[in-house]
């Protein structure tokens, strides 16, 4: 499986991007991590291979929406309301296994994107 993220950049606070993330091979889970300078990669959300189960961390909630669109293999993250706090490298992950599992942690995903570097200014 290999992923491929894009759709980072500067925003201002407020703004609003759109990252994506297009698989190659079978993936069941995708989730998507962020990392900012100096600290632990962290969980941001994650989507079912149905689409019908997501899970978000309590920093994503009511901001950040994450989809995917099966026939494309590509699962997008839509991030609205940005912060400085949000700015990040962040990653795309996949999980090949237990469909029933929405993984939260770095080590629930096997595969990773090459990441995508999202930039918030004040």
């Known amino acids: 499986v290999q992923l491929q993220a894009s759709g980072g950049g500067l925003v201002q606070t407020g703004g609003s991007l759109r990252l994506s993330c297009a698989a190659s091979?079978?993936?069941?889970?995708m989730g998507w991590f962020r990392q900012a300078p100096g600290k632990e990669r962290e969980f941001v959300a994650a989507?079912?291979?149905?689409?019908?189960?997501?899970t978000y961390s309590d920093s994503a909630k009511g901001r950040f929406t994450i989809s995917r669109d099966s026939a494309k293999n590509t699962v997008y993250l839509r991030m609205n309301s940005l912060k400085p706090e949000d700015t990040a490298v962040y990653y795309c992950?996949?999980?090949?296994?237990?469909?029933?599992?929405?993984?939260?942690?770095?080590?629930?995903?096997?595969?990773w994107g090459q990441g995508t570097l999202v930039t918030v200014s004040s």
């Open positions: 992950a996949a999980d090949v296994g237990n469909p029933l599992r929405i993984g939260v942690m770095v080590h629930d995903y096997p595969y």
């Open positions: 091979g079978r993936t069941v889970t």
């Open positions: 989507i079912s291979r149905s689409g019908t189960s997501i």
